[in-house]
């Protein structure tokens, strides 16, 4: 029996659910940002914090009512022009961060096992500016990208899907895909097969930030120590078989060698 209600369902989706795409945009905190790049703390009392707010309003508010607005205490407006704003602002992210994907599956980036870091990459920002993108927007999605290591997801990859018809969160592997849209064969049987959107998923697995690529620095690195172990090995062998010229020794050398 189902014990948890359709509204705490949802409560829990949207406030825990960050698909793959969206993740690294909403781990930013651009006020933190802007205190260290001020060189100011995280961790402030109440009176510092409202300096700050009053501050940031005296820097960015303009206009015959920016004083007194910039002496009163500061507001937030969670208003429909703000919610419009942030979505637009989400949609453009959005956008870029499929182009930087793209762009990573032709280049095949991969992470590197060993560094813990992404392959070299050189994104061609050409088709972004003719989309009227700003260099500024462009660099700070890649910034953003390859901070939280995100890497295109593959084919028979497992994740976690927002079901598009039961709308609740369930398992699944990908079939295919193509640009921003995938085909999800969930689990259950009876939930289908379905083709759905990259804000709809989140991949599962050993590591969401898919270390299944082998870098060829780590394949090198291991046929060294292999080819090393194994002279090793032969240099050991060879002692052992010269010493069988001394007397008293072959019994022990033939024990040694098996």
């Not at 940031?56 to 015959?64: A, D, F, I, V």
């Not at 990459?121 to 009227?132: A, P, T």
């Not at 260099?135 to 890649?142: A, C, F, K, P, V």
């Amino acid at each position: 029996m189902d014990l948890i209600s359709s509204a705490s369902k949802r409560w829990f989706r949207c406030e825990y659910f960050y698909s793959f795409i969206d993740k690294p945009w909403f781990l930013e905190n651009e006020l933190v940002e802007t205190l260290s790049d001020a060189g100011l703390p995280v961790e402030l009392n109440q009176r510092e914090w409202s300096i700050v707010r009053q501050s940031y309003c005296q820097n960015n508010l303009s206009g015959p009512k920016a004083g007194r607005q910039a002496r009163s205490r500061p507001r937030r407006l969670f208003s429909a022009q703000f919610i419009f704003e942030e979505t637009c602002k989400l949609q453009r992210y959005r956008q870029i961060f499929r182009e930087i994907m793209e762009q990573y599956g032709r280049q095949r980036v991969h992470l590197n096992v060993i560094s813990g870091k992404l392959s070299e990459f050189k994104l061609d920002m050409s088709k972004l500016l003719q989309d009227n993108f700003t260099e500024e927007e462009i660099e700070h999605t890649l910034r953003l990208v390859q901070k939280a290591q995100v890497l295109p997801l593959q084919v028979s990859q497992q994740v976690l899907a927002l079901h598009p018809e039961i709308k609740q969160l369930r398992t699944a592997s990908l079939l295919t895909t193509f640009g921003h849209k995938y085909h999800v064969q969930y689990h259950n049987p009876e939930l289908g097969v379905h083709q759905q959107r990259d804000v709809t998923l989140i991949p599962i697995g050993p590591s969401d930030l898919h270390r299944s690529v082998e870098s060829e620095e780590h394949r090198d690195r291991k046929a060294d120590a292999d080819a090393k172990q194994a002279s090793l090995i032969n240099s050991t062998r060879n002692e052992l078989l010269m010493s069988q010229q001394l007397p008293g020794n072959r019994n022990l050398v033939q024990t040694l060698l098996g």
